[in-house]
């Protein structure tokens, strides 16, 4: 046994929306740092596991992220700033998942895996959503809409061409926005 200081391994980070604390993902553990005075807490403390792709809600008053503590990648959320036990979103961990997003009305997360599905979550219900499976490798570039109603991302064709797509929540459905003469890729919405 041995201590190993965690600034030497952070794997990911974020900043808080309010600009108040940090956080960093580093030897499997989640911490949040304060921008100017407090302490450094371990919010997740599982030695027996390995969390990862940390991120807060838009309002700050939740984190988000992937840990194998059941023995398979699930996607936990839980209070910032709660001793409670965090809340298991998904029980599927059939593959790798990676950065979750959080929708800016904080009510909904979307999430891609290895074998190219991106899905979304309502966080109160715990319904889970497919959107896409997708064609040819992963798809790691999706983005909310700033009313939270829509998804886009980009799909490779059966030509390896990629092309923005547009989810609509509300209609469960997809539509290609882009053609397919040239490789269109991480779509950002308009903040109006």
């Keep these: 046994d041995r201590w190993i200081n965690a600034k030497d391994h952070i794997q ?8 108040t604390r940090a956080m960093f993902g580093a030897r499997g553990e989640i911490f949040t740092v304060p921008a100017k005075h407090g302490n450094t807490r371990n919010i997740t403390s599982t030695p027996n596991a390995n969390e990862k792709h940390s991120t807060f809600s838009p309002n700050a008053q939740w984190i988000a992220y992937v840990s194998d503590v059941s023995g398979e990648d699930e996607l936990y959320f839980q209070k910032v700033n ?5 809340t298991r979103l998904t029980s599927d961990g059939d ?16 999430w891609s895996d290895k074998s190219g ?38 799909n490779n064709n059966d030509s390896f ?3 923005v797509w547009i989810y609509s929540l509300g209609e469960n459905r997809t539509r290609v926005v882009t ?6 890729f991480s779509p950002i919405w308009d903040p109006q």
Excluded at 12 to 19: A, I, K, L, R
Excluded at 96 to 110: E, I, R
Excluded at 179 to 184: K, L, N, Q, R, V
């Design 161 to 163: 061409i990629s092309q």
């Design 82 to 86: 709660s001793t409670d036990a965090p």
């Design 12 to 19: 990911d980070y974020t900043v808080s929306p309010d600009g």
């Design 117 to 154: 599905r991106v899905f979304w979550i309502d966080v109160a219900t715990k319904n889970k959503t497919l959107i896409v499976q997708g064609r040819r490798g992963d798809i790691r570039d999706y983005s909310w809409s700033p009313d939270s109603k829509f998804l886009a991302y980009s």
């Design 179 to 184: 053609t397919a003469e040239f490789d269109d």
């Design 95 to 110: 593959r790798y998942k990676y950065q979750p997003l959080w929708s800016p009305d904080s009510k909904k997360l979307a």
